[in-house]
């Protein structure tokens, strides 16, 4: 069974839309993936900000985890999907995979009416880190442009956003502690993802919370991050990089005896 595409007639159709009406209408990336995620025409606010997220998380760099492992691979001389999936296997709860367990843990505690001190203080007790909060490199001192593009993006197109504004007061008290534990690109992402299913109108709570549970906004990222991916091997095979091999004074030698 498939319900989101149909390619057997005349022209190709994403849940219904030939694909000549999605380019006349200009539909844009948003537009397509409302058709092929969501099975729905979307507004054209939520369509601007499914292309933000995928701008925002295209890349951070060759120095993070997935970056790391593509330019690797490429200078191995591995073919372009071999780097690529090297890349995306990073992609997990610490780095680019912490979208979905933060839009569950925070809209969790957000539902449950808990206090964002009260969210910080459970979480701590309980041993686990929030989803969403905290970066290597990012900090009060060195903010994230990002997180930036996206909270103001939400404060100014969104209907409501109700557990972004939880999300920036758990950050002031988790900031208060280390300030680098901010409200990193994945934690707003999600929780301004749930703002917009839940606020936007066009899905039932119960359709929301499918979609979260389903895992589609860690998909953000993944399709997101991709482009970056890519790019860093074709930079490799441009600048004809040879073999990569760790040096020696960077690694820790610690043999048991
Ligand atoms: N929630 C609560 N406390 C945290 C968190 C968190 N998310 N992250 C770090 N801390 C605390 C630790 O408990 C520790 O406290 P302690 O000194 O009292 O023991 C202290 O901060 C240092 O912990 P580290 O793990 O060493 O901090 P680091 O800076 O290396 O962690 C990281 C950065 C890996 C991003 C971490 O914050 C984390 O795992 N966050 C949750 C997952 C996440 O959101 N990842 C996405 C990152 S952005 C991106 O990938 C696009
Ligand atoms: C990213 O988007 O890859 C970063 O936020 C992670 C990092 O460590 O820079």
């Known amino acids: 069974m498939t319900s989101i595409t149909d390619e057997r007639g005349d022209e190709l159709m994403y849940s219904g839309v030939r694909i000549s009406e999605i380019v006349e209408q200009n539909r844009g990336i948003g537009g397509v993936l409302g058709l092929l995620w969501f099975q729905r025409e979307l507004p054209d606010y939520f369509c601007k900000f499914l292309e933000l997220c995928l701008i925002v998380t295209a890349d951070h760099g060759p120095a993070v985890s997935g970056a790391h492992n593509t330019i690797v691979a490429a200078r191995a001389g591995k073919d372009l999907v071999s780097s690529l999936a090297s890349g995306l296997l990073t992609i997990g709860p610490r780095f680019g995979g912490a979208l979905n367990a933060a839009a569950e843990q925070f809209s969790a505690a957000f539902d449950s009416n808990k206090s964002p001190k009260d969210f910080v203080v459970d979480m701590k007790k309980k041993n686990e880190y929030i989803m969403g909060i905290g970066h ?65 109108g066009l899905f039932s709570r119960e359709e929301a919370d499918r979609y979260i549970n389903m895992g589609i906004l860690n998909a953000v990222f993944v399709l997101g991050r991709t482009a970056g991916f890519i790019g860093h091997y074709v930079d490799q095979c441009r600048l004809d990089q040879g073999l990569y091999r760790h040096p020696w004074d960077d690694i820790n030698y610690i043999m048991p005896h």
């Open 136 to 200: 290597r490199v990012k900090s009060l001192e060195n903010p994230d442009a990002r997180v930036k593009i996206v909270k103001d993006f939400v404060r100014t197109q969104f209907p409501r956003c109700p557990l972004f504004e939880f999300a920036l007061e758990v950050e002031k008290i988790t900031t208060a502690k280390r300030s680098n534990l901010i409200l990193n690109v994945d934690g707003a992402i999600a929780v301004a993802f749930v703002d917009l299913l839940r606020e936007s």
